[in-house]
């Protein structure tokens, strides 16, 4: 089986794989410069407008697995081009909206597009040369990193010097340059499941998604011992449950569980929500930190346009990282590359702990967490690939996906609470303690070592190359 335009051009299907990766991270972070304006732009609360960001987290939950299923029965290229069409077709609903529903409405269709990074992934799987496909996995998952660091401090630039709706407008022309290259140049992969689509599973995962990320991103809002937050997690586990019998007794699940529960799977998506909660303790103080007026005595008093160059080198430190990742897995295995990466991380926020006082010292620690981050991001497909069948990679990637997904929902509340408690006054308003801020960092580092600990548990690997070889083998 050959993929001729694959094997002429694989440095082109990278690229425009990365690329696609690239928008789809801009697209998801170019909405928080937004956050404190919305309000007034859409003329509605608070509360209501932070119904914009939710409704993407909700989507792309529902998105990504039932997506990568899709991927593996009918052409991971076919979903990855709807992906791409749905990022287009949201951003364009917000570019036209003034006001509230609309607005929620396109950032949903945005939140689709989630499942183009685990869709890249197994693509390369499927169609690069076996020596390829450790440095083409490394450089898709550090594409995330460099969609933030591009997008934040532009979208803080576009949104104080011009019209909001550019963003989107941008966006949308973004989706659809990915989209016209993707079908120029990415071949379609021969690799299928078949089967049929398990919709009752596809429909009891979606429930359940909806009802825990739903209570984890609101409970702060409606309380968490209210009885709609605890009423919402119930329903969660319970659907949970049920999904789960389903599951392991359909003869086409959404999910194999019995794959899923494999060791290696198991541990790696367990390291993946540590890795998940612990990248977003640092998303979520730096803009504060930096933002808030010097006159508490931490605060740096900066602008969003300097919050988003600060945080640049994070996300560009994350991709440098990729032939490093790659280098490692090759020559040691994917678990070691996942164990450095935590090191690194818990090393960073350890770090971050006592520096935080000066700009450059965020810089640098912001860095060394990148740095982690992208070491571990790289490792993570190569671990889940190498352990399932070649026909559900899609499938399985996009899970290992949905795991870092939950991980960051769940840093957002716990640092949401612990923010919220440790405060002080400023004039009449109350403002996280500089203590607050420690203690968040001191929670991403212990979520780093946790991570770190799971993989040490991971079964031991031969270098990538030789694991590489008879999957990517098999797929042709």
């Known amino acids: ?31 928080i410069p937004l956050v404190p304006k919305l309000p007034d732009l859409l003329g509605a609360s608070a509360s209501d407008t932070a119904w914009a960001i939710t409704a993407t987290l909700l989507a792309a939950a529902v998105a990504t697995p039932t997506v990568g299923r899709l991927g593996d029965m009918y052409g991971k290229r076919r979903m990855l081009l709807f992906s791409l069409g749905m990022l287009a077709a949201g951003s364009a609903v917000v570019a036209l909206s003034d006001s509230l529903a609309p607005a929620v409405v396109g950032r949903a269709l945005q939140g689709l597009s989630a499942g183009v990074i685990p869709l890249g992934i197994s693509i390369m799987r499927d169609e690069l040369p076996a020596e390829r496909v450790g440095s083409a996995i490394a450089l898709m998952s550090g594409s995330l990193g460099v969609g933030g660091a591009l997008g934040l401090p532009a979208a803080a630039f576009l949104a104080e010097h011009a019209d909001w709706h550019l963003l ?26 078949g089967g049929r689509f398990d919709v009752p599973g596809a429909a009891g995962l979606s429930v359940a998604l909806l009802c825990l990320l739903l209570a984890i991103s609101k409970g702060a809002d409606w309380g968490w011992g209210s009885g709609l937050t605890t009423g919402l997690f119930g329903a969660a586990v319970v659907v949970l449950l ?22 290696q799977v198991l ?8 890795f998940g909660f612990s990248m977003f303790a640092m998303s979520l103080v730096l803009p504060q930190l930096l933002q808030l ?10 602008s969003m346009v300097a919050v988003g160059l600060v945080m640049a080198p994070n996300g560009l430190v994350m991709m440098a ?13 994917p678990k070691v590359t996942l164990m450095t990466g935590a090191a690194v991380v818990a090393i960073g926020y350890g770090l971050s702990i006592v520096l935080m006082s000066e700009i450059w010292e965020l810089v640098f620690v912001s860095s060394v967490i990148g740095a982690g981050i992208g070491l571990a991001y790289g490792a993570m497909p190569a671990l889940v690939m190498a352990a399932v069948p070649v026909s559900e990679t899609a499938a399985a990637n996009s899970l290992n996906t949905l795991m870092r997904s939950i991980g960051t929902s769940v840093s957002s509340a716990v640092a ?13 308003v109350s403002v996280p303690a500089e203590n607050g801020f420690r203690v968040v960092m001191a929670i991403g580092a212990a979520a780093a070592v946790v991570a770190f600990v799971i993989a040490v548990f991971l079964p031991g690997r031969t270098p990538a190359r030789e694991e590489e070889t008879e999957p990517v083998a098999a797929a042709h």
Not at 185 to 190: G, I, L, N, R, T
Not at 322 to 333: D, E, M, T, W
């Open 1 to 31: 089986m050959t993929h001729a335009p694959a094997v002429a051009r694989p440095n082109v299907v990278v690229a425009v794989l990365a690329l696609s990766g690239i928008v789809v991270s801009l697209t998801q972070t170019m909405v």
């Open 168 to 193: 989107f407008w941008s966006s949308a022309g973004l989706g659809i340059l990915g989209a016209a290259l993707v079908l120029s140049f990415v071949p379609e992969s021969s690799v299928r499941s």
């Open 242 to 263: 049920l999904w789960g019998w389903w599951e392991l007794r359909t003869a086409e699940p959404l999910v194999d569980l019995r794959t899923t529960a494999r060791r």
């Open 267 to 274: 541990l790696t998506n367990l390291a993946s929500v540590a």
């Open 293 to 302: 007026p010097e006159a508490t005595g931490y605060g740096l008093g900066q």
């Open 321 to 333: 990282m990729a032939p490093v990742s790659a280098r490692i897995s090759r020559n040691l295995g």
């Open 416 to 428: 949401g609470v612990v923010l919220a408690h440790l405060t002080v006054s400023l004039g009449p």
